[in-house]
T-cell receptor, first 112, second 113 residues
Framework: AQSVTQPDIHITVSEGASLELRCNYS??????LFWYVQSPGQGLQLLLK??????LVQGIKGFEAEFKRSQSSFNLRKPSVHWSDAAEYFC??????????FGTGTSLTVIP | DGGITQSPKYLFRKEGQNVTLSCEQN?????MYWYRQDPGQGLRLIYY???????QKGDIAEGYSVSREKKESFPLTVTSAQKNPTAFYLC????????????FGPGTRLTVL
C-alpha cells in the first residue's frame, strides 16, 4: 500500500541556518512526489514536484528536493531559512487514479 | 484569475444538523477532491471525483456525501452521522493525470457546537 512518512513532527531552526525536512515513501511503481507548504488557516501551496529525470528538483522560495530511489526518500532542503518560511510542510506521493497520499506534516519554527 | 474558492471560511453548526461546504473551481480541471485535516494527522481523503456525475469514496467517507453535477462545483455535505465533524476541510482539483499537482482552496473550518 502507498504511504508517506515524515518522521519529524516539529523542527526548530535559527534564521539563516540550513534546513532539511525528511520524507520517505512506499510505492510500488515509479513515484510522483510533491512537497507542499501550508500557512496557518490556509490552503496548501506547491513548492516543487518530481516526476522523472534529474533527481535534484528546484522549487519556489529557494527550496530544493532530492529524490533517492535506493532510500525511498524525497527530502526537502533550503540553504538559508527566512522567518517567513515558518509553516507546515507536507510531502505527498501521487498514485494511480489521481489519488494523493500525504504525510502527516512537519511544523517548522524559525527563531531569530 | 483562475483558482479554487471555498465558502464559507468559518462555519458553525449545532449537533444533529447537516451542513454543506461549497467548492468551486474555474481551472477547467476534471478531478476534484475533499480532504479533512486534523492536527497531527495530515490530510485524509473524504471523496474524490474524476468526472461529472461520478465520484468515489476516499478513506474516511462515512458521514459525508458529495455531488458533482457540474464540472466547476463539488459540494460536500457533512451529515449528522459524522460523529466528530469539527475539522478543517480542504478542497482541491487537478487535471486528470497522476503526474499533475493538486491545487488547493483556502479551506473551511467547521466547528460543531
Amino acid at each position: 500500500a502507498q504511504s508517506v512518512t515524515q518522521p519529524d513532527i516539529h523542527i526548530t531552526v535559527s534564521e539563516g541556518a540550513s534546513l532539511e525536512l525528511r520524507c520517505n515513501y512506499s510505492y510500488g511503481a515509479t513515484p510522483y512526489l510533491f512537497w507542499y507548504v501550508q500557512s496557518p488557516g490556509q490552503g496548501l501551496q506547491l513548492l516543487l514536484k518530481y516526476f522523472s529525470g534529474d533527481t535534484l528538483v528546484q522549487g519556489i522560495k529557494g527550496f530544493e528536493a532530492e529524490f533517492k530511489r535506493s532510500q525511498s526518500s524525497f527530502n526537502l532542503r533550503k540553504p538559508s531559512v527566512h522567518w517567513s518560511d515558518a509553516a507546515e510542510y507536507f510531502c505527498a506521493v501521487g498514485a494511480d487514479g489521481n489519488q494523493f497520499y500525504f504525510g502527516t506534516g512537519t511544523s517548522l519554527t524559525v527563531i531569530p | 484569475d483562475g483558482g479554487i474558492t471555498q465558502s464559507p471560511k468559518y462555519l458553525f453548526r449545532k449537533e444533529g444538523q447537516n451542513v454543506t461546504l461549497s467548492c468551486e473551481q474555474n481551472l477547467n480541471h476534471d478531478a476534484m477532491y475533499w480532504y479533512r485535516q486534523d492536527p497531527g494527522q495530515g490530510l485524509r481523503l473524504i471523496y474524490y471525483s474524476q468526472i461529472v456525475n461520478d465520484f468515489q469514496k476516499g478513506d474516511i467517507a462515512e458521514g459525508y456525501s458529495v455531488s458533482r453535477e457540474k464540472k466547476e462545483s463539488f459540494p460536500l455535505t457533512v451529515t449528522s452521522a459524522q460523529k466528530n465533524p469539527t475539522a478543517f476541510y480542504l478542497c482541491a482539483s487537478s487535471i486528470e493525470s497522476t503526474d499533475n499537482e493538486q491545487f488547493f482552496g483556502p479551506g473551511t473550518r467547521l466547528t460543531v457546537l
